[in-house]
């Protein structure tokens, strides 16, 4: 396999040489001497994890059950401090079934104030999905193919409106590859039906126009499973077709093992090609026993205890390090979605978190976020303004805040290689 020639490992395209000519309020310069605190406070690159979590706790319901069979733990109060220590973008459940189970009854109040929980401090905020055939409503199943498809189209029009301004973010459609032919009796579905019969195209362009009419402003995902050729077919078709996609969506769950640089850096280049970002979207490692390689659906295989092992976690440690130099080092990977802070209500209860069932960090935890909120990360420096009122930032592509004598301002240095920005404080 040829190695991949759009990786960079020196991370060149994550930094800025930023000239920041500081100015006070009535816009003079400020004076040669004067002390500038400089301060990463966010990555440009969008570190994620699920938020599922902390639904329950922005809401003061400590204990709560968690909102999908997808991850969330049992009690978040103890895990917020290890979730805002180092990441920075919360992927939100939106899944139809959970948010919606009566007709009529959305859970918005709650998801507004999970959003809200994580705006407030900091994060970025994406949800998922508004389209899926998992997970659906069930109440779908009773109306014909043309009420589901005005239901949908209702529901994305609903939610994006509800939530522009603090959800960024959406997989506008999830797992589109199989969602027509999905043959699971057990959860054959509205959605399902209305992908038969419209086709997959036709239902894609149903969620993005729709989402887009909400909110011009959000960044819609295509999102997949599926990293063979029928998805490329379909982002082929999709974009043939006039679709406006704003970023690729590619899950990685590595529940048999991981992938390698090899071939990450192959899916990668493949999915590069069509010329967007790549967000990587559903991402795990394991600390423990592998998934027998043998299992296609990784959903039939839920052993009855999983844990974490000392052995599994020197593992994922060294392979979430790996991993991510990998995502990182190749210029169209915009996002990487971790999904699951902790063992507790983790998907499949496998042992993919980060942090153990009883709050304890793994050795995963320390080694990436002494990676992201450290050897990535551009920490307080004071700089001298020279004559013209100018320091020279050398730091990371991302949010910084700017400080002189109690004053301050917040400035995105979002631009590659050398840049010139004025800063008022």
């Given at each position: ?129 508004l389209v899926w055939h998992t997970v659906t409503a069930d109440w779908l199943r009773e109306l014909s193919t043309d009420e589901v498809e005005a239901a949908q189209r209702d529901r994305i029009r609903r939610e994006v409106t509800d939530f522009a301004g603090l959800v960024d973010t959406w997989d506008a459609i999830n797992e589109v590859v199989i969602m027509p032919v999905f043959d699971n009796e057990e959860h054959q579905n509205g959605i399902t039906r209305l992908c038969w019969e419209r086709g997959r195209i036709a239902t894609v362009r149903m969620a993005f126009e729709e989402a887009r009419a909400a909110d011009p402003t959000a960044t819609l995902v295509l999102n ?202």
């Amino acid at each position: 396999m040829a190695p991949s020639t759009s990786a960079d490992p020196t991370l060149a395209h994550r930094r800025t040489r930023a000239r920041l000519t500081v100015r006070d309020a009535a816009g003079a310069p400020l004076s040669a001497g004067t002390q500038v605190q400089v301060e990463q406070v966010r990555h440009a690159f969008a570190f994620g994890n699920i938020g599922f979590d902390m639904v329950a706790l922005a809401n003061g319901e400590t204990g709560a059950a968690p909102d999908s069979p997808f991850g969330g733990a049992s009690d978040a109060t103890h895990l917020a401090d290890l979730w805002f220590g180092l990441y920075d973008t919360a992927t939100l459940p939106f899944y139809w079934g959970g948010f919606e189970p009566v007709r009529g009854r959305p859970d918005t109040t709650r998801l507004l104030a999970a959003a809200r929980f994580f705006a407030d401090r900091g994060a970025r905020v994406k949800g998922h999905p508004l389209v899926w055939h998992t997970v659906t409503a069930d109440w779908l199943r009773e109306l014909s193919t043309d009420e589901v498809e005005a239901a949908q189209r209702d529901r994305i029009r609903r939610e994006v409106t509800d939530f522009a301004g603090l959800v960024d973010t959406w997989d506008a459609i999830n797992e589109v590859v199989i969602m027509p032919v999905f043959d699971n009796e057990e959860h054959q579905n509205g959605i399902t039906r209305l992908c038969w019969e419209r086709g997959r195209i036709a239902t894609v362009r149903m969620a993005f126009e729709e989402a887009r009419a909400a909110d011009p402003t959000a960044t819609l995902v295509l999102n997949d499973f599926n990293m063979g050729t029928a998805y490329e077919c379909l982002i082929e078709g999709v974009l043939e077709a006039g679709i406006q996609v704003d970023a690729i969506g590619l899950q990685s769950h590595m529940h048999q093992g991981y992938w390698g640089e090899e071939r990450t850096l192959a899916v990668l280049d493949r999915f590069a090609r069509f010329g967007l970002p790549l967000h990587m979207t559903e991402t795990t490692l394991l600390s423990g026993e592998l998934m027998p390689p043998e299992i296609v659906d990784l959903n039939d295989y839920q052993p009855a205890s999983w844990p974490s092992t000392p052995e599994g976690e020197a593992r994922q440690a060294e392979e979430m390090l790996r991993h991510y130099r990998t995502l990182v080092s190749h210029p169209s990977v915009q996002a990487v979605n971790y999904w699951g802070l902790t063992d507790d209500g983790a998907w499949l209860g496998a042992p993919v978190g980060l942090v153990r069932s009883d709050g304890t960090p793994k050795p995963s935890y320390d080694a990436l976020r002494g990676l992201v909120r450290g050897e990535w990360w551009t920490a307080p420096t004071t700089l001298v303004a020279d004559a013209d009122g100018t320091v020279e930032v050398d730091g990371w592509l991302g949010d910084y805040r700017v400080q002189v004598d109690g004053r301050s301002a917040d400035v995105s240095l979002g631009t590659a290689g050398p840049a010139t920005v004025d800063v008022t404080l």
